[in-house]
């Protein structure tokens, strides 16, 4: 293998939702080349930032019935009993859920946290206040998934955080989904709530950096039996 081979692997694809904004950071710094040079390569730094924000690397996800996998790459900020949005329809009970937070260094991506079927999906606009704050799942713009399995429903809540400006969708309801299959993301810098069924204990702790599509974030059948895995 070639120096140049290795390098290629090293570096993860970048999802087809970011070209538009690395070519227009890159003809910026172009621009600021012209004007003053230490200019231009200020603009080229957030240039390569921006690729890496919207880099899509291949995750390996562990696949078996129960599994809950992480939604988001980014930290595991709250877990915690919280009433899910009305819109879920998934009653008016408190329920397990987990939250991660993604930095604007994070790989953005969002994927499936279980295979099933998405039987509702429902976007309501809001603020745009810090998403790490736990009134952000009540107050941000949001876009949230159910998604229905044998073994239960789970709700994905895609939550914009303080310099997000859209959050993209790209699965429709009544669509099959497998877990780690890639369901949208969000610009640039937000959060995932994932709502568990009562009962479900989770499988990590608050502070631990999530992978998403690979970190289990618990067990709904809570029978830890062996596991196949499924790159995608």
């Known amino acids: 293998m070639s120096i140049l081979d290795s390098i290629q692997r090293q570096i993860p694809p970048i999802h087809k939702e970011g070209y538009p904004f690395i070519g227009i950071f890159a003809l910026v ?6 004007l003053w040079s230490p200019l231009g390569w200020i603009g080229t730094v957030l240039t390569v930032w921006c690729a890496l924000f919207f880099r899509d690397p291949v995750r390996v996800t562990p696949v078996r019935e129960g599994l809950v996998v992480s939604p988001a790459d980014g930290r595991v ?5 919280a009433l899910p949005p009305a819109e879920l329809g998934l009653g008016d009970k408190p329920l397990p859920r987990v939250s991660i937070f993604m930095s604007v260094f994070n790989c953005h991506v969002n994927r499936a946290p279980i295979a099933g079927r998405i039987d509702r999906i429902a976007y309501r606009p809001g603020l745009f206040i810090n ?8 107050d941000n713009e949001r876009n949230s998934l159910v998604i229905s399995s044998a073994q239960g429903r789970i709700g994905v809540i895609q939550i914009a955080g303080l310099v997000a400006k859209r959050i993209v969708c790209f699965v429709k309801e ?7 299959e890639r369901f949208g993301l969000i610009r640039f810098g937000s959060r995932l709530d994932v709502y568990l069924p009562l009962g479900t204990r989770a499988l990590v702790s608050e502070g631990q950096t999530a992978i998403a599509g690979e970190t289990v974030l618990a067990d709904i059948v809570a029978d830890d ?3 196949s895995y499924r790159a995608s």
């Open 29 to 34: 710094s172009l621009f600021l080349f012209w």
């Open 77 to 81: 900020s709250m877990i915690t009993m």
């Open 131 to 138: 998403a790490e704050l736990d009134k952000a799942s009540e």
């Open 174 to 180: 009544g669509q099959s989904i497998g877990a780690g």
């Open 225 to 227: 039996t062996g596991r």
